[in-house]
């Protein structure tokens, strides 16, 4: 079955320090992968996405992710965090059986980062 | 990117009503995803709606408790009926963008508690 899975639910980081939100997935076929990230009161907001090409994908407000296909993971990180990176990020992939141009996508349980100034 | 409203942002529903959520996109987008996110867990896509045809809905939700309207490109409607306390969820609309296939634009939600 292909699924999505975010190990960690909650990932504590210091404001400065290098920041990994972890994903590892299972699909068929090639996987194409998303970050999405969820700021308190405000929409999910796509940050980034793999579909081919480079394994390390750059994205929105500095963050970038590193696609790993022996190890079926596309973690995010982040050179130097900052305290308004706390929110909760999704991971999800393309759902390749989905029929069509439906674009379906299969979503992570989310992780929550917090930044601690 | 698509900027996508939702009304209402927030509401409070007896059980046995129903509530209809509305979605407002400012661009012609052919296809709008309507998700739901309950406490603590991650989205689960409820249907997709295209322009001139029916809704297609995922496994577990059908279009008596979740009616679905499309009537143009940039609108649509999820409608909540009969609710109950397991209802209790944010409603989320998003649109496919245009960086290619499956990024997603999300609107801001609606929180829905059911009493």
């Known amino acids: 079955a292909q699924s999505v899975a975010q190990p960690e639910d909650q990932v504590n980081v210091a404001e400065g320090n290098p920041l990994t939100v972890k994903c590892t997935y299972s699909?068929?076929?090639?996987?194409?992968l998303f970050w999405y990230v969820q700021y308190p009161n405000r929409g999910l907001q796509f940050l980034l996405k793999?579909?081919?090409?480079d394994n390390l994908v750059k994205g929105s407000y500095g963050f970038e992710a590193e696609f790993n296909k022996s190890q079926t993971s596309f973690h995010l990180k982040k050179p130097s965090a900052l305290v308004s990176d706390s929110a909760l990020y999704f991971c999800?992939?393309?759902?390749?059986?989905?029929?069509?141009?439906?674009?379906?996508?299969?979503w992570g349980l989310g992780t929550s980062l917090a930044v601690n100034p | 990117s698509a900027v996508i409203s939702q009304k209402p942002s927030r509401d409070i529903c007896q059980r046995g009503t129903s509530l209809t959520i509305q979605c407002q996109v400012d661009?012609?987008?052919?296809?709008m995803f309507w998700y739901r996110q309950q406490p603590g867990q991650s989205l689960t896509l409820i249907a997709t709606?295209?322009?001139?045809?029916?809704?297609?809905?995922e496994s577990g939700f059908v279009i008596d408790k979740f009616p679905i309207s499309r009537p143009n490109l940039t609108f649509s409607t999820l409608t909540v009926s009969n609710m109950s306390p397991e209802d209790s969820s944010i409603y989320l609309c998003?649109?496919?963008?245009?960086?290619?296939?499956?990024?997603?634009?999300f609107g801001p939600g609606t929180r829905l508690t059911v009493t």
């Open positions: 699909v068929s076929g090639n996987p194409y």
């Open positions: 999800a992939v393309r759902d390749s059986k989905s029929a069509g141009n439906n674009r379906k996508l299969i």
């Open positions: 793999y579909i081919t090409g």
């Open positions: 998003s649109v496919g963008g245009s960086g290619g296939p499956y990024e997603q634009y």
């Open positions: 661009s012609q987008v052919t296809m």
């Open positions: 709606a295209n322009q001139g045809s029916e809704a297609t809905y």
